[in-house]
T-cell receptor
Framework: ETGVTQTPRHLVMGMTNKKSLKCEQHLGHNAMYWYKQSAKKPLELMFV???????ENNSVPSRFSPECPNSSHLFLHLHTLQPEDSALYLC?????????????FGSGTRLTVV | SQQGEEDPQALSIQEGENATMNCSYK?????LQWYRQNSGRGLVHLIL?????REKHSGRLRVTLDTSKKSSSLLITASRAADTASYFC?????????FGKGITLSVRP
């Protein structure tokens, strides 16, 4: 266990479904991130939160909706996804945003959109 | 883009050999980080090297940074089968890290 827990580990959903991914960290970190990892592509940053405030939204389609109710929890709400959204979704945290800190990643949620 | 690019894309070596992986980037950085990812899992932070550092060690890992060439290398000495994984370099870009596509390392027992 890294201290960052993601649930569920696997998710299969239809294009009309609504589902949520959950991330929880017990490290006392103030920054949390969502990344998307697709085959043969670099990790794509989706969202950055610092102390529950969104500080970056990397041109992510509105069918992905993040929520950060407190500095320990991060959600990614999904609705009307497309098959190309199938990927490994990784949550990460760091002590602060900025360039001086390594990230701690969760094990990811493998999402398949059918 | 500050995205790092790793080289080679794939590397296969025998257990006990050394593995050298390279990363190049385009613009100036504050730090460069290396991560490992086992199949289907999250990334694990290995080492962070700051722009004013030239070399850093952690166990069997040795990382170098050449800011004049905008490149870094990760050396794993005396490799083990358990080192089989994908390795990523990441460069800082303000509030976030930007990752490359990764290097797939296979260590044959």
């Amino acid at each position: 266990e890294t201290g960052v827990t993601q649930t569920p580990r696997h998710l299969v959903m239809g294009m009309t479904n609504k589902k949520s991914l959950k991330c929880e960290q017990h490290l006392g970190h103030n920054a949390m991130y969502w990344y998307k990892q697709s085959a043969k592509k670099p990790l794509e940053l989706m969202f950055v939160y610092s102390l529950e405030e969104r500080v970056e939204n990397n041109s992510v389609p509105s069918r992905f909706s993040p929520e950060c109710p407190n500095s320990s929890h991060l959600f990614l709400h999904l609705h009307t996804l497309q098959p190309e959204d199938s990927a490994l979704y990784l949550c990460a945290s760091s002590q602060e945003t900025g360039w001086n800190y390594g990230y701690t990643f969760g094990s990811g949620t493998r999402l398949t959109v059918v | 883009s500050q995205q790092g690019e790793e080289d080679p894309q794939a590397l296969s070596i025998q257990e006990g050999e050394n593995a050298t992986m390279n990363c190049s980037y385009k613009t100036s950085i504050n730090n460069l980080q290396w991560y490992r990812q086992n199949s289907g899992r999250g990334l694990v932070h290995l080492i962070l090297i700051r722009s004013n550092e030239r070399e850093k060690h952690s166990g069997r890992l040795r990382v170098t940074l050449d800011t004049s060439k905008k490149s870094s290398s990760l050396l794993i000495t005396a490799s083990r089968a358990a080192d089989t994984a994908s390795y990523f370099c990441a460069t800082d870009g303000g509030s976030k890290l930007t990752f490359g596509k990764g290097i797939t390392l296979s260590v044959r027992p």
